[in-house]
């Protein structure tokens, strides 16, 4: 069996043109505009929060598991005074 050294010319072709394309990319003139994206402080938090929330902390299953069955059991209090105080406390800090 022999193998050569030989590749499609249609390939070195297709190769040459995209080396070609990237040299007059990289070679734009002072005067061209640019197209830019700038993302507002909130938008930047909001995308922080998002790349926090596909990790999920590794007791947060146990947690979970823990809260189910003191619900199963009807041994889960809730404190409505901490509730109640905490929404009104949000809303207090997104109104002014």
Known sequence: ???SNT???YIN???AGQVANQNLKSQKPADEKTDS???SDQTKTLQKID???ETEPADR???V???KQKVDTNQY???AEAVAEKIVGSFMNQFG
């Open 1 to 3: 069996m022999k193998i």
């Open 7 to 9: 590749t499609p010319n």
């Open 13 to 15: 072709q297709a190769y």
């Open 37 to 39: 994206i700038n993302f």
């Open 51 to 53: 790349k926090a929330m």
């Open 61 to 63: 299953k146990k947690y």
């Open 65 to 67: 598991a823990d809260i």
């Open 77 to 79: 209090n809730i404190n």
